[in-house]
């Protein structure tokens, strides 16, 4: 899993106000969410929990081992957020949670019509060609646990602040910064389904085609000139559509997925890291470290001998 980004700590409850050691909750409601901080202090297995509204919750400290659409369990992490759709029950364990270790979770309940809303705003307003083939922006769970982005993890951070404060305008902060929180996650959710159909179908849309095309060029210079051609938008355009669908620029993009081929390579400690380096695209192998060590956290040298062992 990528590199994750923190969320700020969260005061825990003092212990004369706990209700309960395992899955303590605090609950801060506003008009269109709800904010629930969790907390457990000692060891627990196969808790159930269920919320009526989709859900997104992200790790504070500690961890968690989740059982999820029937899916095989993992370990749930500080740094990381999972998204739960409404009525779906997760089964979750505490394996080190303790008085001195407690683990806490918070997790944001969004009301089903407010994301239906937000929804409607982006395919009336940014869908163009593949609203008509049938990809309308719609909130999906082929990838519901991710480590937080530098972007998710500011957003939730000023949601719990927002949540939590006696700001009498605390509704419209909220909604402000919920509204990008969904575009965000949508937008990365639409990116893995467009991914996934663009190998089989590369002409069902321009952004089947341009995504194909740099797959198939990955190891080549990819000039966005040539892509914003191939989308036949102007360079400018071009930018803007892609960040629009996508919420990453195409050199982002283009960087994330040679870094997922960079480490496929440098599982062969036959390879040497300049030659990973340049069979991705990348010209300057010091560029290469820098970007590698900055999405990943360490460097692609450290990343290689973690399999010598």
């Not at 409850?13 to 706990?18: F, M, R």
């Not at 400290?61 to 009525?87: Q, T």
């Not at 404060?165 to 639409?190: C, G, M, W, Y």
Request: net charge negative; with cysteine.
């Amino acid at each position: 899993m990528p590199v994750r980004n923190f969320l700020r700590k969260i005061d825990l409850t003092h212990p004369d106000k706990l209700d309960t050691l395992v899955e303590n909750r605090r609950v801060f409601n506003l008009e269109n969410c709800e904010l629930n901080v969790f907390e457990c202090y000692q060891q627990t297995y196969r808790l159930p929990l269920t919320f009526n509204d989709f859900v997104i919750t992200s790790m504070v400290r500690g961890k968690k081992i989740m059982h999820l659409f029937d899916k095989p369990e993992f370990a749930y992490l500080p740094g990381e957020s999972v998204i739960i759709p409404a009525n779906e029950t997760m089964v979750i364990d505490f394996p080190e949670a303790t008085t001195e270790t407690p683990s806490q979770c918070i997790a944001l309940a969004v009301d089903g019509s407010y994301i239906n809303n937000t929804l409607q705003y982006l395919n009336t307003y940014y869908n163009t060609e593949e609203k008509n083939s049938g990809n309308d922006w719609k909130l999906q769970f082929n990838q519901y646990h991710f480590a937080n982005d530098t972007e998710i993890a500011d957003l939730i951070n000023k949601l719990i602040r927002v949540c939590s404060s006696a700001d009498t305008a605390k509704n419209i902060f909220a909604d402000l910064s919920l509204k990008e929180l969904l575009i965000r996650l949508v937008q990365s959710q639409h990116l893995l389904q467009i991914e996934s159909e663009s190998a089989a179908n590369t002409n069902h849309s321009r952004l089947h085609y341009v995504l194909h095309y740099i797959h198939d060029n990955l190891t080549d210079k990819i000039s966005v000139d040539v892509l914003s051609r191939k989308a036949y938008l102007s360079r400018n355009m071009f930018f803007k559509w892609f960040k629009e669908q996508f919420g990453i620029t195409p050199l982002e993009y283009i960087n994330r997925e040679r870094i997922k081929l960079a480490k496929q390579l440098l599982a062969d400690n036959n390879n040497s890291i300049t030659d990973v380096g340049l069979q991705c695209g990348f010209t300057d192998v010091n560029y290469f470290v820098r970007l590698f060590k900055k999405t990943e956290g360490i460097t692609p040298g450290t990343y290689q001998h973690s399999f010598k062992s």
